[in-house]
């Protein structure tokens, strides 16, 4: 039986939860649908999920088109919880994009359908809701083409549109379309010689190399066009690929925590089988498989093993994280979205335990490796990057339901970013000056072209001190960045190694090693802060914030209310565009400002103002002060102080 491990992905409020009950009710997996409102969906399973009506968690549940066994991934539509997203597209062999037939191509569609284009992921697309008033045909294709930029082949026409009697006529494929990937086929329409199975032939092989995107129309609470979708699903997408007697090689998309609070890594097998009790190397390490189970029918199974292509559930790797790879090692395929922007501190309650939230932190962290856990011990302090205020509010329901914690959050603040401003350079020498390790390091920071990260290399020969010595300073040098001159973390430099000294391991006559005598890592690690600082104040550092880019649809007689906020609120529009009776605005926001303005667009625009935003990019802070971000390390910034912390000593 052949695999397809399709993805369901939308802009919130699309259907997309809705379309995955209908689709196995239509496959004889449930006997009743589930109802996103009521909270009885089979995908949301999360006490929160049911509550809120949003899907929070990545949720896998398998059925059968036939002779394939379809593993379907319901993702969240909501960009606060796009981490999901990101970590199961990596595992896909096709995907549906639901749209609504209404509110037609939304912010979040926009995103998801241009990454799924990078990634050349086979997408079908579903035009859900043509059950609901104001459901649009011509006018959604329309949008899918303009603005989406996609070759659209739309596979049929809607009948009765906007009412419950809609439903899904099948129409001929438009030739037009697939004959601009190919040449043949354009030569044989032109000549008038091309025929109904060579169109259908050139449909599969175009969309299963995501060339263009087959659309069709429906609705998910009818049931109106679900047939048809699925047996796209069955003809146009690709079946998992993978050679069960290769080398094993799988990635981890999912890790949750099973009722005795052990780890259960969800993971997807390209190649090779796995069986229990199997030793299997991951993340620098290796662990047992003790149990494993397959989603089948609408539930997963317990196996001894699974094979290239599946999607398993795996017990016994308790060191596993979110991207690991188990056994070969695949590609890292970086960040498909942007990271979080903003950040909150956890402020526990009355009663909580403080080990019991770092603990309960830790796990959700875990899980959602976007969510970057910062522990100040100073201060006693843990804060959480975040993409908005939805996800604080899971998180502190999670933290309350799951763990027994109540907690409550600060303000939510930006997550800016240091870039250096020009170049600076600083070395130190063995027993030279103030220098108590047994070490010399000499360090030079550039400025990078943005989007970079950090890049370290050498000046000196790689053979002028053991290679341990050079990792423990890169490794340094990486951690160090984490936190600038403000204390914010420093990206987009190049750090070149420009010295290096050591003394070999010696000792006395008949005796032992002697440290004081020996360089070791610690001297390495010890002095690689206090140089590296001393290059970042020399070189001088920017502090960037993130900025968003927006699209607002109001009234044009609201602009006059409208602009002198957006202002004061530092939103920038660079476009305005008539659209009708009313006019588009494109600009930029401070990430900080978004929420605030999302609430307030509402009673700006009686009501009707169409508001979409997403990252865009960092631009230097130039209004105000300079915003500091708390130190949580051993403060390099004062040697005075670094050097009693670190080295037990204020000097050489």
């Known amino acids: 039986m052949h695999v397809l491990n399709l993805g369901i992905l939308a802009h919130v409020d699309a259907g997309k939860t809705s379309l995955t009950e209908r689709l196995l009710h239509s496959a004889g997996i449930i006997d009743e649908i589930g109802s996103v409102d009521a909270g009885s969906t089979r995908t949301d399973t999360l006490a929160l999920e049911r509550r809120r009506g949003i899907t929070i968690k990545s949720a ?6 036939d002779d394939v066994t379809v593993n379907l991934i319901d993702t969240p539509g909501h960009p606060d919880f796009i981490a999901e997203v990101e970590r199961v597209l990596g595992v896909l062999d096709g995907a549906v994009l639901v749209v609504s037939a209404v509110e037609g191509v939304q912010a979040q569609t926009r995103i998801l359908m241009r990454t799924l284009r990078r990634l050349r992921i086979p997408t079908l697309v579903f035009v859900n809701k043509t059950d609901r008033r104001g459901a649009r045909e011509q006018g959604v294709l329309t949008e899918l083409t303009e603005r989406l930029a996609v070759p659209a082949v739309p596979m049929g ?31 044989a329409y032109v000549d008038g010689t091309l025929t109904p199975r060579r169109v259908r032939a050139a449909l599969v092989a175009q969309t299963g190399r995501a060339l263009v995107h087959p659309v069709y129309f429906g609705s998910a609470a009818t049931g109106a066009g679900v047939p048809e979708l699925i047996a796209g699903i069955k003809e146009l997408l690709p079946a998992a690929a993978g050679d069960p007697e290769a080398p094993l090689s799988a990635s981890v998309f999912k890790v949750e925590r099973g009722p005795a609070g052990e780890k259960i890594a969800y993971a997807r097998l390209f190649s090779g089988t796995l069986r229990t009790r199997d030793r299997v190397p991951y993340a620098r390490t290796e662990g047992r498989v003790t149990a494993i189970s397959v989603f089948d029918h609408g539930t997963d199974v317990r196996q001894e093993s699974v094979r290239a292509g599946r999607i398993a559930r795996l017990w016994g790797l308790t060191g596993v994280r979110i991207g690991d790879s188990i056994g070969a090692p695949r590609e890292d395929p970086g960040h498909f979205f942007a ?66 914690l109540q907690v409550t959050f600060r ?38 072209p943005p989007g970079t990260g950090v890049t370290f290399g050498l000046e000196v020969e790689l053979g002028a001190m053991p290679y341990a010595f050079f990792k423990a300073v890169e490794d340094t040098v990486r951690t160090t960045l984490g936190q600038g ?19 070999p391991r010696q000792s006395h006559a008949h005796q032992g090693f002697d440290k004081s005598m020996s360089s070791t890592g610690h001297d390495f690690r010890g002095l690689t802060p206090l140089v590296l600082v001393e290059a970042l104040r020399r070189a001088g550092t920017q502090v960037y914030e993130p900025m968003h880019r927006f699209r607002l649809r109001a009234p044009a007689d609201t602009l006059g209310g409208l602009l002198p906020v957006l202002a004061s609120l530092g939103a920038v529009p660079q476009t305005t565009e008539p659209r ?45 002060t300079v915003p500091e971000r708390p130190r949580t390390d051993h403060n390099p910034l004062n040697r005075k102080e670094y050097l009693l912390r670190v080295a037990g000593r204020t000097g050489g």
Request: aromatic share 6%; proline share 7%.
């Open 580 to 624: 009708g009776d009313g006019c588009v605005l494109e600009g930029t926001v401070p990430a900080a400002r978004v929420h605030g303005l999302e609430q307030r667009i509402p009673g700006l625009t009686r009501g009707e103002g169409e508001w979409e935003s997403a990252f865009g990019h960092y631009a230097p802070v130039v209004r105000g």
């Open 485 to 503: 001159l403000h204390g914010w973390q420093v990206t987009d430099c190049a750090v070149t190694m420009t010295h290096s000294g050591y003394w």
């Open 339 to 404: 990271p979080p922007t903003l950040e909150t501190v956890v402020v526990p309650g009355p009663d909580a335990d403080l080990r019991s939230l770092h603990l309960a932190l830790t796990q959700l962290a875990e899980q959602d490796p976007l969510i970057g856990l910062r522990h100040d011990e100073v201060r006693q302090e843990t804060s959480v990057s975040l993409y908005g205020e939805v996800q604080k509010e899971v998180v502190q329901a999670t933290l309350a339901e799951d763990y027994g």
């Open 157 to 187: 026409t809607v009948t009765a549109l906007g009412t419950r009697e809609a439903a899904f006529r099948p129409g001929p494929v438009r030739e037009d379309v697939l004959t601009e990937h190919d040449d043949d086929l354009l030569a």
């Open 411 to 448: 303000e939510t603040t930006p997550l800016c970013v240091e870039r250096p401003a020009g170049t600076g350079a600083a070395a130190e020498f063995i027993k030279k000056g103030a220098n108590p390790f047994l070490a010399t390091v000499g360090l030079r920071v550039e400025p990078a």
């Open 60 to 65: 896998v549940v398998s059925f059968p088109v």
